[in-house]
């Protein structure tokens, strides 16, 4: 595609994509800071915190960067099968937040809107065009912000499985939730999670969970003007089918993406789905129909 070229949301669909997270895609997750699968590890002092990101090299297409924001209590560790899924066409970022993964630890858990402001001040250490921004669960009310208050740094914006349910705003719902996921999620995603809460400390992400259920991220939706796309798995009881579609039409030009056979963590289980649907709207083509 050409970079002039105007990116535009799919149409809904429903994709059937889940494949096996397995020996070999935990050992890719969990390499860094060593270089493997075509990523590398990199760091820079932003906002005065020595950040850690995760990157693929440029493949030459011409395509958008694409910047993937983790969830609560995890890192860049499970986003891994998704950056190298989409590395082939673009070129991928997937920067630590504050206090997560190898980032280091500020004082205090920030809430959205400090993590907002950091990675706004991260896409602006990294001199990026306008990217496609990919947030998931927590990160995908980060990513929001950030696409409400920084419309020109933000080409496409994803929100895969965002939290949280205005049904279900408190610490106790929403790890109830966590817990029903669990049993729908692969077991070899347990390994990471355990690096991760280590990594960012319990009380830092229960700290974090708090702040999560007291941002109103239907405020961000509506102001968001980027071509946005939904992106959920339909066994994700984090993310009901009520909120899932309330969140899609908040947002003025989105669109809905379900994945079959996917629960919460659909970026980790349904790479390749997730990747084709960021493809799709950042294609120039009109936008898909129902299938």
């Not at 020595?50 to 890192?75: E, I, N, Q, W």
């Not at 049993?183 to 400390?201: G, K, M, S, Y």
């Not at 319990?202 to 700290?207: D, I, K, M, Q």
């Amino acid at each position: 595609m050409t970079r002039g070229a105007a990116p535009r949301p799919p149409g809904s669909i429903r994709r059937s994509a889940v494949g096996p997270f397995g020996p070999a895609e935990l050992r890719l997750a969990m390499a860094a800071p060593r270089a493997a699968g075509g990523l590398t590890s990199e760091w820079r002092v932003v906002d005065g915190l020595r950040t850690h990101t995760r990157r693929s090299a440029d493949p030459g297409t011409g395509a958008p960067p694409v910047v993937l924001v983790h969830g609560l209590a995890v890192s860049h560790r499970y986003l891994t099968p998704l950056a190298v899924a989409l590395a082939t066409t673009h070129q991928v970022y997937v920067p630590d937040l504050p206090g997560f993964g190898l980032t280091e630890h500020p004082r205090g858990a920030y809430d959205v809107r400090r993590h907002a402001d950091h990675l706004a001040a991260w896409l602006a250490a990294y001199h990026l065009p306008p990217v496609c921004l990919l947030g998931h669960s927590f990160g995908a009310e980060v990513a929001a912000a950030v696409a409400a208050t920084h419309p020109d740094a933000v080409r496409a914006l994803v929100l895969a499985g965002p939290t949280s349910d205005p049904a279900a705003r408190s610490r106790r719902a929403q790890f109830g939730r966590w817990l029903v996921d669990s049993l729908h999620e692969a077991p070899l995603q347990a390994p990471i999670l355990v690096r991760d809460v280590w990594n960012a400390r319990p009380w830092r992400v229960l700290a974090t969970l708090s702040h999560s259920v007291r941002n109103a991220i239907e405020a961000d939706l509506v102001r968001v003007s980027a071509p946005t796309v939904v992106v959920t798995g339909d066994r994700d009881p984090v993310v009901p089918d009520r909120w899932r579609d309330e969140a899609t039409r908040l947002v003025p030009e989105a669109a809905l993406v379900v994945v079959a056979g996917a629960a919460h963590n659909v970026v980790t289980t349904a790479p390749t789905a997730v990747a084709d649907a960021i493809r799709h709207l950042l294609a120039p083509h009109p936008a898909l129909t129902d299938r």
